[in-house]
Nanobody, 126 residues
Framework: HVQLVESGGGSVQSGGSLRLSCVAS???????MAWFRQVPGKQRERVAA???????NYADSVKGRFTASKDNARNTLALQMNDLKPEDTALYYC??????????????????????WGQGTQVTVS
């Protein structure tokens, strides 16, 4: 498993943008990597997932506003978030797993598919 460290969270006004980054401690070429988010009292929910070939699936709530990208040379997964809304406020987590590729490809990925998690980065939209 790899260790993951997220960064880039912060506070923005509605309509603003943020870019999150997730750096892995090792090679993630053969990993599905994903973003989840969670607010207190609610379950962690899907945001975006990218399989090993770069196929990306997004939650309906963020389609057209969020874009995930991966730099394999730097073992980094990014999430560009535009047109942010108050309901995007959450703690955002990065996740990775080498066994989740099919789930990521078919769009069925979930929390249970991932063993490696970061500590989270807070996004607050007002």
């Amino acid at each position: 498993h790899v260790q993951l460290v997220e960064s880039g969270g912060g506070s923005v006004q509605s309509g603003g943008s943020l870019r999150l980054s997730c750096v892995a401690s090792g090679n993630t070429d053969r990993y599905c990597m994903a973003w989840f988010r969670q607010v207190p009292g609610k379950q962690r929910e899907r945001v975006a997932a990218m399989d090993i070939n770069g196929v990306t699936n997004y939650a309906d709530s963020v389609k057209g506003r969020f874009t995930a990208s991966k730099d394999n040379a730097r073992n980094t997964l990014a999430l560009q978030m535009n047109d942010l809304k108050p309901e995007d406020t959450a703690l955002y987590y990065c996740a990775a797993d080498p066994s989740a590729s099919w789930a990521c490809y078919f769009g069925s990925w979930s929390v249970a598919d991932f063993d490696s998690w970061g500590q989270g980065t807070q996004v607050t939209v007002s």
